[in-house]
């Protein structure tokens, strides 16, 4: 998602140093560079443009973040950051996969009764703010984790609505309570219905976003909910932690994410030892990949852990199958 210039391409800097944040002509004007000197700067390559008017060194690692600094220096104050920049400002990724490689658009919300910003590389929008919804990080004024929670939980598709929520659980300390109260105000407003079927699932034990996707598509099966981060004890000692497990029937749901160019062949190495030992003491491991959400590969997977939960002997078979095994 960062964009960087080349080493090769990166010009030399010129005197008197430029700020290594987002600037305009205005904040330039007293260190004696001349509109001018501006236009050169830009033809020759030692500035890009982030929005209309506002500038960045090349050497600056341009990510959404500087973007949203960025907006900052030419918003209105009734202009405000929202949505998933607010949520990357707060340390939440939600960004979808298709967008990496790419700085996405400053996403900022005016509130009710202002007009939208229209600048270049800003998605603007209207939308109604309390006072309370407001807050500033790093010099941006930014929308409160309560209420971007709030708003992405209406705004984003399902799996990744419930996703932000999860971590806006985890990383804030939102509690169900809150959340719950807090969306009173969102009577009637387009998406309400499922951020409030959404909040009494979001969980701060989840650890990503594919956690809570996966979790989600079991939900939505009509399966039991599964317990999150299970740790399985050999010898008495917390050696093994499940992603989602049913304990009680030895059941364990793992997502793997990972490509095998993504890791290490010790890590690969200790997955499938961890693996081959749970299975051998009478655990079904099933492991959820990219790619399983959807069609007949979310068809397999769920059909696998409905069978593995299904009989009421299955658990026994298992462990008399691990028990087999290890003779």
Same mark, same amino acid.
């Given at each position: 998602?960062?964009?960087?210039?080349?080493?090769?391409?990166?010009?030399?800097?010129?005197?008197?140093?430029?700020?290594?944040?987002? #600037?305009?002509?205005?904040?330039?004007?007293?260190?004696?560079?001349?509109?001018?000197?501006?236009?050169?700067?830009?033809? &020759?390559?030692?500035?890009?443009?982030?929005?209309?008017?506002?500038?960045?060194?090349?050497?600056?690692?341009?990510?959404?973040? =500087?973007?949203?600094?960025?907006?900052?220096? =030419?918003?209105?104050?009734?202009?405000?950051?929202?949505?998933?920049?607010?949520?990357?400002?707060?340390?939440?990724?939600?960004?979808?996969?298709?967008?990496?490689?790419?700085?996405?658009?400053?996403?900022?919300?005016?509130?009710?009764?202002?007009?939208?910003?229209?600048?270049?590389?800003?998605?603007?929008?209207?939308?109604?703010?309390?006072?309370?919804?407001?807050?500033?990080?790093?010099?941006?004024?930014?929308?409160?984790?309560?209420?971007?929670?709030?708003?992405?939980?209406?705004?984003?598709?399902?799996?990744?609505?419930?996703?932000?929520?999860?971590?806006?659980?985890?990383?804030?300390?939102?509690?169900?309570?809150?959340?719950?109260?807090?969306?009173?105000? #969102?009577?009637?407003?387009?998406?309400?219905?499922?951020?409030?079927?959404?909040?009494?699932?979001?969980?701060?034990?989840?650890?990503?976003?594919?956690?809570?996707?996966?979790?989600?598509?079991?939900?939505?099966?009509?399966?039991?909910?599964?317990?999150?981060?299970?740790? =399985?004890?050999?010898?008495? =000692?917390?050696?093994?932690?499940?992603?989602?497990?049913?304990?009680?029937?030895?059941?364990?749901?793992?997502?793997?994410?990972?490509?095998?160019?993504?890791? &290490?062949?010790?890590?690969?190495?200790?997955?499938?030892?961890?693996?081959?030992?749970?299975?051998?003491?009478?655990?079904?491991?099933?492991?959820?990949?990219?790619?399983? #959400?959807?069609?007949?590969?979310?068809?397999?997977?769920?059909?696998?852990?409905?069978?593995?939960?299904?009989?009421?002997?299955?658990?026994?078979?298992?462990?008399?199958?691990?028990?087999?095994?290890?003779?």
């Amino acid at each position: 998602m960062p964009h960087l210039l080349p080493e090769a391409d990166r010009p030399a800097m010129t005197k008197p140093p430029l700020p290594d944040h987002p #600037f305009t002509f205005a904040d330039v004007r007293p260190l004696g560079v001349t509109r001018a000197d501006l236009d050169h700067l830009r033809e &020759t390559r030692h500035i890009v443009t982030l929005l209309r008017g506002v500038f960045v060194r090349a050497d600056v690692e341009v990510t959404l973040a =500087v973007r949203a600094a960025a907006a900052a220096r =030419v918003m209105r104050p009734h202009q405000i950051v929202c949505d998933r920049t607010a949520a990357w400002l707060h340390g939440i990724d939600v960004l979808t996969y298709g967008e990496l490689g790419a700085v996405p658009d400053v996403e900022v919300c005016a509130r009710r009764g202002h007009g939208p910003c229209l600048r270049g590389g800003v998605d603007g929008r209207t939308r109604d703010l309390a006072d309370g919804d407001i807050m500033e990080v790093g010099g941006v004024r930014v929308t409160t984790p309560l209420r971007t929670a709030l708003d992405l939980g209406c705004i984003l598709e399902r799996r990744d609505a419930l996703a932000a929520l999860d971590a806006f659980r985890r990383d804030h300390e939102l509690t169900a309570p809150a959340l719950t109260m807090a969306s009173y105000r #969102f009577r009637r407003r387009r998406g309400v219905v499922q951020l409030r079927e959404l909040i009494p699932l979001a969980d701060p034990r989840s650890e990503s976003a594919r956690e809570s996707w996966t979790r989600l598509a079991i939900i939505d099966a009509g399966l039991p909910a599964p317990e999150l981060q299970v740790w =399985v004890t050999v010898d008495g =000692v917390a050696t093994y932690r499940l992603d989602l497990a049913y304990a009680h029937r030895r059941v364990a749901v793992e997502y793997d994410g990972y490509d095998a160019h993504e890791r &290490t062949p010790e890590q690969v190495a200790h997955d499938e030892e961890r693996r081959a030992w749970l299975r051998a003491h009478g655990w079904t491991v099933i492991v959820v990949r990219r790619g399983d #959400f959807t069609g007949a590969a979310l068809d397999r997977w769920i059909h696998e852990l409905r069978e593995a939960l299904a009989s009421p002997y299955s658990n026994r078979r298992r462990l008399e199958r691990g028990a087999k095994n290890r003779r």
